[in-house]
């Protein structure tokens, strides 16, 4: 490096060493100030993770926002800050359905943050146990994919457990093939998961089609194979190449670039309204004309918004039907208790599964 150049980043690497140190300075007197609401919260039984507070925290910093970061990187910056604050009191322990590097793991990580105590789970079920038990303080699951549609699983024991859903997380599904060398010299098979394999077909054949595709437990699992056997690529997230100590040959190979998958998380707090606010239903009706159609006129008669509704199955031989629905609003917002109200009057089976902030 030249010394002109020397003497231009001299002065602004001392004016960046000073920023970072009041910025430091700065975080510090924020986490002692988190220790405060904390002890302050002792008496009063109060949760360490209020869900409705941090979004309306991370919104109101985008609101503040006047570049040049944009506001994604600060909601991402902002929740490690408020993770690591809220682990000076206590880790949240946080159930997913694993191994470590799948698309579940990354959703904690986005929703929580780093500082929390992540356990891995076998199966959706798990997760749901090990909430339901207090093993974990909260959990992570699956409940649809743009391109697969909904995780059935997940829609089941969403309507038998007591857990009450209290957040969204919408995870971007980037698939990457990954090898020990970052090559495929020498490979003669690529693993995945069927749904993975299934969403990487079109470039899997215009690329590889010589090569030949088995399946695996998960994403992850694939990888962890890859990291033992140099003859096996893995696709996967790049999670799970740092994770197995892969490399990736080519990221973003999924054949719908806007593919996601869209998270909950459960756990027993009741939030309450953050100003942006979703809540999720389950309703069934009797099977008779018309039933559908009145079941829902009480969102209409009050200008409520419905933004997802989904069927499955009652299991009762009689061709009958639960209803997924999702709403805009909290539960508590006047228009929505009205029309919740008026629902419930009207429907063979009520559940609120849960109001909770908007994902952003």
């Given at each position: 490096?030249?010394?002109?150049?020397?003497?231009?980043?001299?002065?602004?690497?001392?004016?960046?060493?000073?920023?970072?140190?009041?910025?430091?300075?700065?975080?510090?007197?924020?986490a002692r100030t988190a220790q405060a609401v904390g002890m302050a919260k002792e008496h009063h039984a109060g949760a360490v993770f209020r869900p409705e507070r941090e979004a309306q925290v991370i919104r109101r910093l985008q609101e503040l926002n006047a570049g040049p970061l944009p506001g994604q990187a600060l909601s991402a910056i902002w929740?490690?800050?408020?993770?690591?604050?809220?682990?000076?009191?206590?880790?949240?322990?946080?159930?997913?359905?694993?191994p470590q590097g799948t698309y579940s793991e990354q959703a904690v990580l986005a929703h929580f943050g780093h500082a929390v105590d992540a356990i891995s789970c076998g199966t959706i079920d798990e997760v749901f146990r090990s909430v339901e038990t207090r093993r974990a303080d909260f959990g992570i699951v699956p409940l649809e994919?743009?391109?697969?549609?909904?995780?059935?699983?997940t829609l089941d024991l969403l309507l038998s457990s007591p857990v009450k859903v209290l957040g969204e997380r919408s995870v971007a599904v980037v698939q990457c093939l990954m090898t020990q060398s970052g090559?495929?010299?020498g490979v003669s098979v690529?693993?995945?998961?069927?749904?993975?394999?299934?969403?990487?077909?079109?470039?899997?054949s215009d690329h590889h089609p010589e090569l030949a595709r088995a399946s695996a437990a998960s994403n992850a699992e694939a990888a962890r194979l890859a990291?033992?056997?140099?003859?096996?690529?893995?696709?996967?997230?790049?999670?799970?190449?740092?994770?197995?100590g892969l490399k990736v040959v080519a990221a973003?190979?999924?054949?719908?670039?806007?593919?996601?998958?869209?998270?909950?998380a459960i756990g027993h707090l009741e939030t309450t309204p953050s100003g942006r606010d979703k809540t999720s239903l389950i309703l069934a009706v009797p099977n008779e004309a018309g039933a559908v159609y009145r079941m829902l006129a009480p969102l209409a008669e009050n200008d409520v918004s419905m933004t997802r509704f989904e069927s499955r199955p009652a299991r009762t031989g009689q061709w009958e039907y639960y209803f997924y629905v999702d709403i805009e609003g909290h539960r508590q917002d006047p228009k929505v208790a009205k029309a919740l109200a008026a629902l419930?009057?009207?429907v063979a089976f009520f559940k609120v599964l849960g109001s909770y902030p908007v994902s952003a």
């Open positions: 490096m030249d010394d002109d150049l020397q003497k231009k980043l001299a002065p602004l690497r001392e004016r960046i060493d000073a920023i970072d140190a009041q910025v430091l300075e700065l975080l510090s007197e924020r929740m490690e800050i408020m993770s690591a604050c809220r682990a000076l009191e206590q880790p949240a322990r946080v159930a997913y359905l694993g994919n743009s391109n697969e549609g909904a995780v059935n699983r090559t495929l010299d690529i693993r995945s998961h069927p749904q993975s394999l299934a969403q990487c077909q079109g470039w899997l990291s033992e056997d140099p003859t096996v690529a893995a696709i996967a997230s790049e999670q799970a190449a740092q994770r197995w973003g190979i999924q054949d719908d670039p806007h593919n996601r998958t869209r998270f909950l419930q009057a009207r």
